[in-house]
Structure formats: structure tokens, C-alpha cells
């Protein structure tokens, strides 16, 4: 019988590679040059979400308010932390996992796309010899309107080729979940399901995918 699922979307940062310490660790940088409390939790609200609206909330949380040519040059500095903090990115740093899954999932002819908000996302790709496990990259740069606005995944599902009742979205943040479902895909939240409350499914081990239960849509629970 055929199969409801023709393509997997995958996030990038946190959903395949680790970049999240990467993007920390610039953040961090730029507000303790400043006297910004930056920490985890202030982190995690930035998770899935573009560079300037990254910074807005590094800003907000420290009740500072700039004017927007000075925010566009800290949002360029915070890149050039993030891009230099790059060249040290390696096969540590990809999501335990998750190129076997990619492997299987293209062995069953299935499409895979990349759909990040991260403009560095064909940069991580390349670095880590990964850019032949996806059939389309769409990144915040082909996007107008961020997750958790659909259109990066409605993109990704066009460039693939597969309509969107078909594909299935694997998401680490909350935006990135709702967008899926708003695109209205399946979806797969990898990560704790406390965070993500909106997943249908959360995973924290790839081994521990049936893919034949999720190329049907029938992935339950909260497999651990
Ligand atoms: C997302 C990350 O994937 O990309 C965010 O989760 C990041 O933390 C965003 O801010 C934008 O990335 P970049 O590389 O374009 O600054
Ligand atoms: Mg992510």
C-alpha cells in the first residue's frame, strides 16, 4: 500500500547538528561585551528563531532599546562570533544518529529538504560533508515570514516536489512545530515534550524510529 509520507523536512540547528552551543557561545560573547545578562534560558527563547529577533530578545530581556542601524551591526558582529566559531564545528556535533536515519529515509526513495532559519545553514552543511543527504535546502534567506509562519516548510515540500499533506516536519522549538502543523504537515519534535507541547511526537534517539510507522503517519507516543 502506499505510503501517506513522501518527504521528511528537517530543521538544522538542534534537529541535525548541535549548532545551538555555536550560537550560544556567540550570543554570549556579544552581550558580556555589553554587561548583558545572557544565559541558557535566555537561549532557549532564541531557538528556531531568526538573527535580528534573536537579538530583540537578548534586548528585551535586558530592557535595552537601540536604534535599528546599531541593532543590525550587533546582529552582523554576533554572525561574524558565530561564523568564526564554525570552523571548529565536527562529526561531534551532529546529532547522534541522524545521518543513518537520513540514509534509510532516502533508501526508501522517500524525499528529504532542509528547511532552516539559519542563512549559515548551507555553511554547517558543507563543513560537515553533509549537503548530498538533501534533495532541497531552503533557508532564512529564501524566506519572507520566520517560523512559526509556514512558509519555509511549504517552500521546502514545493522545491522537493511533494505536496504538504504529505511530508512530515522533525523540529527542535516550539516556532518550528507550529509552523509544520500550520503548513499542515505531520511532524516529529525532537527534544523533551515539555518544550514541546504542541509535537504529536517527540523523539530524543533516532534509533528508536519505526520508519515504517512513520512513512505511514503513524508514529505514537514518546518513544525514549
Ligand atoms: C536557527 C537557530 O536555526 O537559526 C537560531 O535555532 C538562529 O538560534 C537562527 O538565531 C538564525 O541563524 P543565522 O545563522 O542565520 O544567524
Ligand atoms: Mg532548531
Not at 532557549?44 to 543590525?72: D, T, Y
Not at 511533494?162 to 511532524?187: I, K, Q, T, Y
Request: glycine share 8%; aromatic share 8%; with cysteine.
Amino acid at each position: 500500500m502506499e505510503k501517506q509520507i513522501k518527504a521528511v523536512l528537517f530543521d538544522l540547528d538542534g534537529v541535525i547538528v548541535f549548532t545551538d552551543r555555536y550560537h550560544y557561545l556567540g550570543w554570549k560573547k556579544l552581550a558580556d561585551e555589553h554587561g548583558w545578562a545572557f544565559d541558557e534560558e535566555v537561549n532557549n527563547g532564541c531557538r528556531g528563531v531568526p538573527r535580528m529577533e534573536s537579538l530583540e530578545v537578548i534586548l528585551r530581556h535586558n530592557g535595552v532599546e537601540l536604534p535599528e542601524a546599531e541593532k543590525e551591526e550587533l546582529a552582523t558582529r554576533k554572525n561574524a562570533y558565530y561564523v568564526e566559531l564554525l570552523k571548529d564545528i565536527n562529526e561531534e556535533d551532529v546529532y547522534p544518529g541522524a545521518v543513518e536515519f537520513l540514509k534509510k529515509i532516502r533508501a526508501t526513495g522517500v524525499k528529504t529538504g532542509l528547511c532552516s532559519s539559519s542563512k549559515n545553514a548551507p555553511l554547517v552543511l558543507e563543513s560537515l560533508g553533509l549537503s548530498d543527504y538533501f534533495d532541497a535546502v531552503v533557508t532564512g534567506a529564501d524566506i519572507k515570514n520566520a517560523k512559526p509562519d509556514p512558509e519555509i516548510f511549504l517552500l521546502g515540500a514545493e522545491w522537493v516536489g511533494v505536496a504538504p499533506e504529505n511530508c512530515v516536519v522533525f523540529e527542535d522549538a516550539p516556532s518550528g512545530v507550529a509552523g509544520a502543523l500550520a503548513a499542515g504537515m505531520a511532524c516529529v519534535g525532537v527534544g523533551s515534550p515539555e518544550l514541546l507541547t504542541e509535537a504529536p511526537v517527540t523523539i530524543t534517539d533516532y534509533s528508536t524510529i519505526d520508519i515504517d510507522a512513520l512513512l505511514n503517519n503513524q508514529l505514537t507516543g514518546s518513544p525514549v
